[in-house]
Structure formats: C-alpha cells, structure tokens
C-alpha cells in the first residue's frame, strides 16, 4: 500500500447526536413494548445488546491500535495497522468509508489467511462469486484442504470484501503426474495378503 493514505472526508457520515440518537431507540423500544408483543420487544432489545457489542468492541480495538507506540507500528502509512485489522476493517466497510478499492481489499483477506497458497482466478461482479485457486493443492486430503481453504478465505472475505457473496476454491491440476504405484511382496501378490515362501521341491 503506498504511503499516506487518507479517508475521503466526503464520505464520512454526517454528524450524529448522541443523547438524540440514544432517545430515538428508547422510543422505539418504547413503541414495540405498547404492542403488547414480548417477543418483538425482546427481539429488539437483543439486536440494540448486539450492535452495542459489535461498536463497542470496533472502537476499543481503535484505541488499542492507535496507542500502540510508533516503534510497533506499521512502517510507512499510519493508516496500515487499521485498515489491515480486521474488525476496524469491518466497521469502515459497512459504513463505507474503507479507503481502498475492491481489489485491494480482496488482497487483503487472502494475506491474512497466506498458509492456504489462495490465488485470485476472477470475479464475477454480477453474481459476488470469488474464484480462486489453491496453489499448494494436491496429495492426500487435498478435497478436505481445499474446504479448509475455501471457509477461510470467506471469513476474511466477510471483513475486507463483503461484495463477495460467494467463494469456489479450484485445487491445482496435478492431472500431469505420474500415478502412485502400489507396491506389493511380489508379481501376482494382493493388496492386504502376506507374502509365504514357495514350497520345498521334492528331490
């Protein structure tokens, strides 16, 4: 990423009040509880609990990051250690302030989970769907590898890059090497048997 980047101002929210904000829910809360409704009313009050929890926790991991001392950080961009994080990510993203493109941020998902050798074969804007392909594929268990790979690479994904709805993972063609050879006691000699001496000749 190169060196200073900036969050377009123009597309920060506007200005909230916060004592306002906090009393328009109380009169929604309010509003579901005169229906009689427990269930909505509680399903309500679940929803504000998790949303509090998920801002909560986004603007205490900015506090970490943000105090981290200088000689820790990130080299370069200030803005680094953010926006590779993947919960700050997360909130940029949804409110669409994240400063750098699809691309970008699709790169970004797939570095963090590197062990998985994951290439970028295309997307297809039209259907979310993220193709890509398991460098490192092959050998015994390659199917279970590659969805190992694949729930990896969209639970990165669903920080970085929400666009992507959907993710095929392509395991590497090793259609060109040679077959394994099983390798027995003898000529004629089947898998599980064991091998006996051949019997005495009669003199």
Do not use: N, W
Request: one cysteine or more; a negative charge.
């Amino acid at each position: 990423m190169s060196a200073g980047t900036t969050i377009d101002a123009t597309r920060a929210a506007p200005a909230v009040d916060a004592v306002r904000t906090g009393q328009r829910i109380e009169d929604v809360l309010d509003r579901l509880a005169t229906t009689g409704d427990p269930a909505a009313r509680a399903a309500a009050e679940e929803l504000v609990q998790a949303l509090m929890d998920f801002y909560g926790a986004g603007l205490a991991r900015l506090l970490h990051l943000l105090s981290t001392p200088v000689g820790r950080r990130t080299p370069g961009d200030p803005l680094a250690g953010l926006l590779g994080d993947e919960l700050v990510a997360s909130l940029l993203v949804l409110h669409d302030l994240h400063p750098e493109d699809r691309t970008t941020r699709i790169t970004r998902a797939l570095d963090s989970v590197r062990d998985h050798e994951l290439d970028v074969v295309d997307f297809d804007e039209e259907t979310g769907t993220l193709r890509l392909r398991a460098a490192g594929g092959g050998g015994c268990g390659c199917a279970a590898s590659a969805t190992t790979a694949q729930q990896a690479a969209e639970d990165a994904l669903a920080c970085f890059a929400p666009e992507v709805t959907a993710v095929e993972v392509q395991t590497a063609d090793r259609s060109g090497e040679p077959p394994l050879l099983q390798i027995g006691t003898g000529p004629g000699a089947r898998a599980g048997t064991t091998a006996r001496p051949a019997p005495a000749k009669a003199p």
